[in-house]
């Protein structure tokens, strides 16, 4: 699944989407920016490291092992309108800062959390 975005008047943020994403993991660990995440899974079969997918539907927006995957599948998979060009560190971080202050608690399995971050992308 994808999504896309229509793209920002910001000419830098234009330059940017045109220049794409040359491959590999957008965001890492270090840069992210809320550091209170848990990195512990309650139980091994709930661990992304072994799973492969955090919790197979459902996202937890305090464990940093199911939220830092999550933001790199979200930013592979969306795009701007027009573009091929994937997103990168800063929308990975906006959507990591909507995931945390403005998703409302009822959205939680991660088909869900991509259609709100879509929906209200311009909005924050």
């Not at 491959?23 to 809320?34: A, D, M, R, T």
């Not at 309108?81 to 990975?92: D, M, V």
């Amino acid at each position: 699944m994808s999504f896309t975005l229509p793209i920002p008047n910001n000419a830098f943020l234009n330059a940017l989407a045109a220049y794409g994403n040359p491959g590999g993991p957008v965001i890492y660990k270090n840069q992210l920016q809320y550091k209170d995440y848990s990195w512990r899974a309650a139980q091994e079969h709930d661990n992304a490291r072994i799973t492969g997918f955090p919790d197979s539907v459902l996202l937890s927006r305090h464990e940093g092992y199911e939220v830092l995957p999550f933001l790199n599948r979200f930013c592979e998979a969306t795009t701007y309108k027009g573009t091929n060009a994937r997103f990168g560190l800063a929308e990975a971080l906006k959507a990591e800062r909507m995931i945390r202050t403005a998703l409302p608690p009822n959205e939680r399995s991660h088909a869900h959390v991509n259609q709100w971050l879509v929906a209200n992308w311009s909005r924050y």
